[in-house]
Nanobody, 127 residues
């Protein structure tokens, strides 16, 4: 099992930046592919970005491509989401998720594929 704790959310003006962090417990962090999802009020949870076990494969949803970057540090059991050029429509609770994977380079972009979730961190972008 793995436990996930997000941090780094907050209130920022449009055009600003935030870096979200997700700390994972356990000694087998590199057994898990990781993802970031978000949920805005009244909307369904949506995929944002995913990264493979190795960190060599990533995928970002079109709406954040060129603005957000997912990364991981397996030695520190951390995954990050660097968010630049933030827009009011990025306002949401952001969740970190993990799923065990046999494949070193596989990535996953659907919420049901993930086994473990953090509690979320609020990101609010003012216009």
């Amino acid at each position: 099992q793995v436990q996930l704790v997000e941090s780094g959310g907050g209130l920022v003006q449009a055009g600003g930046s935030l870096r979200l962090s997700c700390a994972a417990s356990g000694r087998t962090f590199n057994s898990y592919a990781m993802g970031w999802f978000r949920q805005a009020p009244g909307k369904e949870r949506e995929f944002v970005a995913t990264i493979s076990r190795s960190g060599g494969s990533t995928y970002h949803v079109n709406s954040v491509k060129g603005r957000f970057t997912i990364s991981r540090d397996n030695a520190k059991s951390m995954v990050y989401l660097q968010m630049n050029s933030l827009k009011p429509e990025d306002t949401a609770v952001y969740y970190c998720a993990a799923r065990s994977s046999t494949y070193w380079t596989a990535i996953y972009n659907r919420a049901p594929e993930y086994e473990y979730w953090g509690q979320g961190t609020q990101v609010t972008v003012s216009s």
